[in-house]
């Protein structure tokens, strides 16, 4: 049972334009989520985050946009550069009682065409 | 500034063989994980531990076992492999349990069971 779905494996787009990477969730007791990016042959580096209370929180270039109602968030990167060609992960993060979990998504592979 | 650090990047191993994966972070970090990347699958938890000298299991731990001897090494060991054992392992560490505390991953090691 898939709690975090990213349901785009891949996508493609021009240099300049805007990304946006879409993720989806089943569980209402996620408190945090958050977004991770990896390059090939690395680990994934932490990229942005967004509390359960907000629906928006912005670092430079990166936006992420939460929709509780939808269980619904979204990455936006603009403008897109080659840089950003890479796999992007969405995690979703529970307290149970104690036991913390950070549930991640399947990934989705962006690349930028120059 | 090394971070977190895997050794081995890769392996192989034969059926029924057995190995420890090693991983040292130097960011004085409480928290590490070990994780299992599976195409499809995303990031699985396999073991963590939150501190020196304990470990807990994950959503997938059957068929591996962690130490903490040292606050900041973390080792996993398979007793033996398995081919559903073949996998990208990554190693990671936070300063506290992730709802604010980020995770920091290593590049991750490469197993093969034959």
């Known amino acids: 049972d898939q709690q975090v779905k990213q349901n785009s494996p891949s996508l493609s787009v021009q240099e300049g334009r805007i990304s946006i990477l879409n993720c989806d969730y089943t569980?209402?007791?996620?408190?945090?989520f958050l977004w991770y990016k990896k390059y090939p042959a690395e680990g994934p580096t932490f990229l942005i985050s967004?509390?359960?209370?907000?629906d928006k929180n912005e670092d430079g270039r990166f936006t992420v946009f939460l929709n509780k109602s939808a269980k619904h968030l979204s990455l936006h990167i603009v403008p897109s550069q080659p840089g950003d060609s890479a796999v992007y992960f969405c995690?979703?993060?529970?307290?149970?009682?104690?036991?913390?979990?950070?549930?991640f998504g399947t990934g989705t592979r962006l690349t930028i065409i120059p | 500034n090394a971070g977190v650090t895997q050794t081995p990047k890769f392996r192989v191993l034969k059926t029924g063989q057995s190995m420890t994966l090693l991983c040292a972070q130097d960011?004085?970090?409480?928290?590490m994980y070990w994780y299992r990347q599976d195409p499809g699958m995303g990031l699985r938890l396999i073991h963590y531990?939150?501190?020196?000298?304990?470990?807990a299991k994950g959503e997938v731990p059957d068929g591996y076992n962690v130490s903490r001897l040292k606050k900041q090494n973390f080792l996993l060991g398979l007793e033996s492999a398995a081919p559903s054992q073949t996998s990208v392992y990554f190693c990671?560490?936070?300063?506290?349990?992730?709802?604010?505390?980020?995770?920091?991953f290593g590049n991750g090691t490469r197993l093969t069971v034959t």
């Open positions: 990671a560490s936070s300063s506290g349990q992730g709802t604010y505390s980020p995770l920091h």
């Open positions: 569980n209402s007791m996620f408190d945090y």
């Open positions: 967004i509390s359960s209370i907000k």
């Open positions: 531990s939150v501190g020196e000298g304990t470990t």
């Open positions: 960011m004085n970090h409480e928290y």
């Open positions: 995690a979703a993060h529970q307290d149970n009682f104690g036991n913390e979990k950070l549930t």
